[in-house]
């Protein structure tokens, strides 16, 4: 399995900034994804990141709100931005290896919270 | 739609006791099965998965999981329970293929009693 790492582990915001969590994997990867989890509630996912184009947001999710980045098979970013109270969560990215395991391996998440 | 249910919200049981949380999925096509567990401010950890094949699946931490076609199911079981299996858990389907989203159960959390 792959050893996911995401930076920040946890950070207060203040309303109307924005956010921006790392998700570093130690090995090549070709989709990555990230999930929102909602105080007691189960995972969201909000999109897939493939290297090299454009990621594929969920329905509910836009690409203003939640912009990614995927840089290189390794390694991706999630902004949230303008945040509000309502982005409160714990956001975690995953991955899926280059061979299809079809399994995906989560990161420790992110713990944000709105002010 | 497709969807998995873990009807039990929140789940009490004695250390040493057996254990049994349930899993419901409905999907199109039999999809991939896991379990996962989140314990308190950690991330998600894999506990098993059901691709195909012998349908009672082992998995770490003495854990283990019976897929059931005819019931849609996809039941975890531990024989008997320790301290440290307090935590949440979640099941989840996923359409096969490869790079498919996962989707989630709203999660049993589990609480063990001395």
């Known amino acids: 399995s792959a050893v996911i790492s995401q930076k920040p582990s946890r950070d207060i915001c203040q309303r109307g900034t924005s956010l921006t969590i790392q998700c570093q994997v130690d090995s090549q990867v070709t989709m990555m994804f990230w999930y929102r989890q909602q105080p007691g509630q189960s995972l969201t996912l909000i999109a897939t990141?493939?290297?090299?184009?454009?990621?594929?947001?969920e329905s509910g999710f836009v690409i203003d709100k939640f912009p990614i980045s995927r840089p290189n098979l390794t390694f991706s970013t999630l902004t949230v931005s303008n945040l509000s109270p309502e982005d409160s969560s714990i956001y975690l990215c995953?991955?899926?290896?280059?061979?299809?395991?079809?399994?995906?391996?989560f990161g420790p998440g992110t713990r944000l919270t709105v002010l | 739609a497709q969807s998995v249910t873990q009807p039990d919200i929140h789940i009490t049981v004695s250390e040493g006791a057996s254990l049994e949380l349930r899993c419901n999925y409905s999907?199109?096509?039999?999809?991939?099965l896991f379990w996962y567990v989140q314990s308190p401010g950690q991330g998600l950890q894999l506990l098993l998965k059901y691709f195909s094949g012998d349908t009672l699946v082992q998995g770490i931490k003495g854990f283990e999981a019976e897929f059931k076609r005819s019931q849609s199911s996809f039941n975890l079981r531990k024989p008997s329970v320790h301290w440290s299996d307090a935590a949440e858990y979640f099941c989840a389907a996923q359409d096969s293929g490869g790079y498919q989203k996962v989707t989630f159960g709203t999660g049993t959390k589990l609480q063990v009693i001395p």
């Open positions: 990141a493939n290297q090299g184009s454009e990621a594929t947001y």
């Open positions: 999907y199109g096509a039999t999809p991939y």
């Open positions: 995953s991955v899926e290896g280059t061979t299809g395991t079809d399994t995906q391996y």
